[in-house]
């Protein structure tokens, strides 16, 4: 299922609404969110192609019509402990900004994904802990309904966190 079939979102839709649109996935038992127009697809979980010399949370990577995505495990990165996949379990898929005008696309795997929530912006909290400057891969808080989404800001998950250990350990094994 690819957004472009699945939701029809845009840029120009969520400006005219005010909010901007998260999917929301389950990972460990909480509810994290991410732009939608971050995702390109979501896709039933497969088996994945190890590599060698990547940190823990890259499980290796898939084939996807041609283009090799780096696959990474959240629930490694997140510390959270490990657990079965199942018939939830799915790869989102995500273009992030790399950094230096390009984008690069990535997969994670979740637990299963939830829904489709707008937020506005006025709605959404800043996370408690760390300076403005200083929030990590945490872009903020949304509370809809009596359930609290931990929004991420998947540009600097994927690119300065994951891709970031991954340079890391390249370093290690030069």
């Known amino acids: 299922m690819t957004t472009s079939n699945a939701f029809k979102i845009d840029s120009d839709l969520q400006a005219e609404l005010g909010?901007?649109?998260?999917?929301?996935f389950f990972l460990g038992g909480e509810e994290y969110g991410v732009n939608i127009l971050k995702v390109q697809e979501i896709k039933g979980w497969t088996d994945v192609t190890p590599m060698p010399n990547t940190p823990d949370p890259v499980l290796g990577v898939i084939n996807?019509?041609?283009?090799?995505?780096?696959?990474?495990?959240?629930?490694?990165?997140?510390n959270l402990p490990k657990a079965a996949r199942g018939a939830t379990t799915v790869i989102i898929v995500v273009k992030v900004e790399d950094g230096r005008g390009g984008t690069r696309t990535?997969?994670?795997?979740?637990?299963?994904?939830?829904?489709?929530?707008?937020?506005?912006?006025?709605?959404i909290q800043p996370p408690p802990i760390g300076e403005?400057?200083?929030?990590?891969?945490i872009e903020g808080l949304a509370t809809v309904g009596e359930r609290m989404i931990i929004l991420l800001d998947i540009d600097d998950l994927m690119i300065n966190g994951v891709l970031g250990l991954a340079r890391k350990t390249a370093e290690i094994h030069e």
Do not use: C, K, W
Not at 19 to 24: C, E, G, I, V
Not at 67 to 73: A, K, L, Q, S
């Open 19 to 24: 909010a901007n649109q998260y999917l929301t």
């Open 64 to 78: 996807l019509r041609g283009t090799v995505v780096p696959i990474v495990e959240l629930r490694s990165y997140f």
């Open 106 to 123: 990535l997969g994670m795997v979740v637990d299963s994904v939830s829904e489709v929530h707008n937020i506005p912006g006025d709605e």
């Open 132 to 137: 403005e400057n200083d929030r990590g891969v």
